[in-house]
């Protein structure tokens, strides 16, 4: 294979990027922020692959503008980054890493689900501002995680991973969304409607895809189903959450608290009145963040592209009818 131009939209674990050197044309954008919407459009000028991120829009006018344009791959799972039906349309497969982060996602649910549970970030800031004077049989009282009621919404293969976790904490387990059934009975989950589902839970742990339909799934009316003793923790789509009634339902005590690795917008302005509430805890996307999971992450996406430009079929393609219409 001819090494073909390729754009990689960020600087990734280096074993992918020098597998890619070896066999492309690399431009690689290597500033921290990502290219602004202009800059990726000069950037993909002539380009027969991109490797991107969530971070980048990849719409109808990024595809015209590289009319040469043979593969996208985006480094995650999800791609509501991408206009897939404008690709397809073009004839471009759009690759993904699905599987591969799994485990690491569904630890970190785990893990905000249990920091937001027993108040681990109030605790530390309250050491740190120097307040603990003695131990005190009121002080940062939590809710108990073993034996509780786990709500999952969207059991796929991350809140199937989720759910597994929970088993292991005695925990019962509600969903609603998805349809596997091998994964409902591999965790005993029982399924609900959403609104009992809201209700009956103690915990609620978002892994739905963001859709137009599932934008705001979790809104003002959502939240009042909710017991006052629920947490909410979302490692999927920052759009699945109205922040603004978030905000309103944990500040008034509606829920006891949520923790988010997503947020709208994204990444949160430093303003965001969420910011504020010591019930409200937030990190910057980072469920898939560990050395081992962004490393075959990366590799993922590499594979993924070589294939587009050698013509093959895309180890994960998510359009893959594309290759029905070429017979």
Not at 51 to 71: N, Q, S, Y
Not at 287 to 302: D, L, Q
Request: proline fraction near 6%; glycine fraction near 8%.
């Amino acid at each position: 294979m001819s090494r073909l131009p390729i754009f990689v939209s960020r600087r990734i674990p280096d074993v992918a990027l020098e597998y890619l050197r070896e066999h492309t044309d690399m431009r690689l954008w290597r500033e921290d922020l990502p290219p602004t919407y202009a800059a990726l459009r000069h950037e993909i000028a002539g380009v027969a692959g991109i490797l991107c991120m969530l971070t980048e829009r990849m719409d109808a006018g990024i595809l015209d503008a590289a009319p040469d344009l043979k593969v996208i791959s985006n480094m995650a799972v999800g791609y509501d980054n991408i206009d897939v039906a404008a690709a397809t349309a073009r004839g471009i497969p759009v690759g993904n890493t699905p599987d591969v982060l799994t485990e690491t996602t569904a630890d970190m649910a785990f893990a905000l689900l249990m920091a937001a549970a027993r108040r681990l970030p109030e605790g530390e800031r309250y050491i740190k501002n120097g307040l603990w004077q003695t131990w005190s049989p009121t002080l940062l009282l939590g809710q108990d995680v073993y034996g509780a009621t786990l709500g999952i919404i969207g059991l796929g293969r991350i809140g199937t991973a989720v759910a597994r976790r929970a088993r292991g904490f005695g925990m019962q387990v509600l969903y609603h969304g998805g349809s596997n059934i091998d994964y409902v009975r591999e965790v005993g989950a029982e399924q609900r409607h959403l609104d009992t589902l809201l209700s009956e839970s103690d915990f609620i742990s978002i892994h739905a895809p963001l859709t137009d339909a599932t934008h705001h799934l979790i809104s003002e009316r959502e939240l009042a189903l909710m017991k006052p003793s629920a947490v909410l923790i979302n490692t999927a789509r920052g759009g699945l959450v109205n922040p603004a009634a978030l905000y309103a339902a944990l500040r008034d005590n509606t829920i006891f608290a949520a923790a988010l690795d997503v947020t709208e917008p994204e990444p949160i302005d430093h303003d965001d009145p969420l910011l504020t509430l010591d019930n409200c805890l937030i990190v910057p996307h980072i469920g898939s963040s560990s050395v081992a999971t962004r490393e075959k992450m990366a590799r993922m996406a590499a594979d993924n592209l070589l294939a587009g430009l050698r013509g093959d079929r895309l180890p994960n393609c998510v359009n893959p009818a594309i290759y029905d219409n070429k017979g």
